[in-house]
């Protein structure tokens, strides 16, 4: 079973930019698909991005599209989030999840990393 540990959060200007990991251990890191999610105070946890097994697929939520980028080093067993151009509705606690199909379910989560976007 995979397990996966967060990091790279913290607190950053808006405007400005934050590289988060997701790191993996246990089970075979390159069978998996890798999704970030995010949830904001007093809201759903929402998906932001994925990426497939290969690293070949990947989507975008329309409110990151442009500004952030998923990949990820099976080598190394981690997935990055690169996120630009960051704004105050981005701050969220951001969580990584696993899971065996690229459609979901995302059944495997870390524990969250904290973003703050500052004005």
């Known amino acids: 079973q995979v397990q996966l540990v967060e990091s790279g959060g913290g607190l950053v200007q808006a405007g400005g930019s934050l590289r988060l990991s997701c790191a993996a251990k246990?089970?075979?890191?390159?069978?998996?698909?890798i999704g970030w999610f995010r949830q904001a105070p007093g809201k759903g946890r929402e998906s932001v991005a994925r990426?497939?097994?290969?690293?070949?697929?990947?989507y975008y939520a329309n409110a990151v599209k442009g500004r952030f980028t998923i990949s990820r080093d099976n080598a190394k067993n981690t997935v990055y989030l690169q996120m630009n151009s960051l704004t105050l509705e981005d701050t969220a606690v951001y969580y990584c999840?696993?899971?065996?199909?690229?459609?979901?379910?995302?059944?495997?989560w870390g524990q969250g990393t904290q973003v703050t976007v500052s004005s």
């Open positions: 990426i497939s097994w290969a690293g070949s697929n990947t």
């Open positions: 246990g089970g075979t890191f390159s069978d998996y698909a």
């Open positions: 999840s696993a899971a065996v199909a690229y459609s979901g379910p995302y059944d495997y």
